[in-house]
T-cell receptor, first 113, second 113 residues
Framework: DTEVTQTPKHLVMGMTNKKSLKCEQH?????MYWYKQKAKKPPELMFV???????INESVPSRFSPECPNSSLLNLHLHALQPEDSALYLC????????????FGPGTRLTVT | AQSVSQHNHHVILSEAASLELGCNYS??????LFWYVQYPGQHLQLLLK??????LVKGIKGFEAEFIKSKFSFNLRKPSVQWSDTAEYFC???????????FGTGTLLAVQP
């Protein structure tokens, strides 16, 4: 099973709302990732969690707040977003270590109004 | 800093034509190399990967890629494309001890029946 699931599939939120994106994997992977993908662009790394600890933050604005409650779950808390934050948010996971292919979820299509 | 270049942004082929998509990266050390495919409306899927060993790697759906270290290249090939291969193809590189995956800008392949 190489499945990474993400909820919700679509999300529309106002600039004053607070919402959360969720990601789950049951492959026993120890690294999990958040990416942002704009239309016709490659995914851009936002955060990396390794063994449930934040290991990489790519200078992401504080209105995005990641959380890793356990090794299978990854959340992205959203608050006071801007319209330019509208994008596809992808979660990925990998085994960790040197042989490290990442498996991606289907993404959450976020629209900020 | 690592970077990945995909020179072909948009490729149009007829069915049964051969495919070669270029990928070059800049990183002097040990690298892991990947090709991902994103079919219309679907999530990123891993096509193939290279960690070490035989520089010619075979992936799913008849795709293969060749790692040429001296040229810093990892080109994707398929001898005979099908209409169902219409998708966006991303080359990605992971270098050193980091978990960061750097994506190329992508190549949009359109196969005409």
């Amino acid at each position: 099973d190489t499945e990474v699931t993400q909820t919700p599939k679509h999300l529309v939120m106002g600039m004053t709302n607070k919402k959360s994106l969720k990601c789950e994997q049951h492959m026993g992977h120890r690294a999990m990732y958040w990416y942002k993908q704009k239309a016709k662009k490659p995914p851009e790394l936002m955060f990396v969690y390794s063994y449930e600890k934040l290991s990489i933050n790519e200078s992401v604005p504080s209105r995005f707040s990641p959380e890793c409650p356990n090794s299978s779950l990854l959340n992205l808390h959203l608050h006071a977003l801007q319209p330019e934050d509208s994008a596809l948010y992808l979660c990925a996971s990998s085994q960790g270590g040197r042989r490290n292919e990442q498996y991606f979820g289907p993404g959450t299509r976020l629209t900020v109004t | 800093a690592q970077s990945v270049s995909q020179h072909n942004h948009h490729v149009i082929l007829s069915e049964a034509a051969s495919l070669e998509l270029g990928c070059n990266y800049s990183y002097g050390g040990t690298v892991n190399l990947f090709w991902y495919v994103q079919y219309p409306g679907q999530h990123l899927q891993l096509l193939l990967k290279y960690f070490s060993g035989d520089p010619l790697v075979k992936g799913i759906k008849g795709f293969e890629a060749e790692f040429i270290k001296s040229k810093f290249s990892f080109n994707l090939r398929k001898p005979s494309v099908q209409w169902s291969d219409t998708a966006e193809y991303f080359c990605a590189v992971r270098g050193g001890a980091t978990n960061k995956l750097i994506f190329g800008t992508g190549t949009l392949l359109a196969v005409q029946p």
